[in-house]
């Protein structure tokens, strides 16, 4: 069962220190409109060839536009092997709302 967090924890662990990968695999036009600074970001349609790029010891957490799609990535990661991946809910839509009201949203 996947993990669910709030843009507002992410947010309390990165600030806190937390090493943290945020992996977002949304499509590079989407990236273009509204993206988080710092993101790994891999397409989900890459996922399967390209998860080797990322540490499975390092905790993850995964986004895309409204978290339907990073739930499924968190969950082939926790099929490989990662330890601790968690899902964005709401994704980037829910951060913009949350956090960060100039993300545009689309």
């Known amino acids: 069962m996947v993990r669910e967090v709030s843009p507002t924890d ?5 600030a806190a220190g937390e090493p943290l990968v945020l ?3 949304r499509e590079p036009w989407e990236l273009a409109i509204a993206a988080l600074p710092g993101v790994v970001a891999i397409p989900m349609g890459e996922i399967a060839q390209r998860f080797r790029e990322l540490s499975p ?9 409204s978290g339907s799609r ?3 990535v968190a969950g082939f990661l926790e099929a490989q092997g990662f330890v601790s991946v968690d899902n964005l809910a709401g994704g980037i ?13 689309y």
């Open 23 to 25: 992996l977002d695999v």
């Open 10 to 14: 992410v947010a309390a662990r990165q």
């Open 93 to 105: 839509l829910a951060w913009g709302r949350e956090l960060d009201p100039s993300l545009a949203a």
């Open 70 to 72: 990073s739930r499924q």
């Open 57 to 65: 010891q390092t905790p993850t957490v995964v986004v895309c536009r």
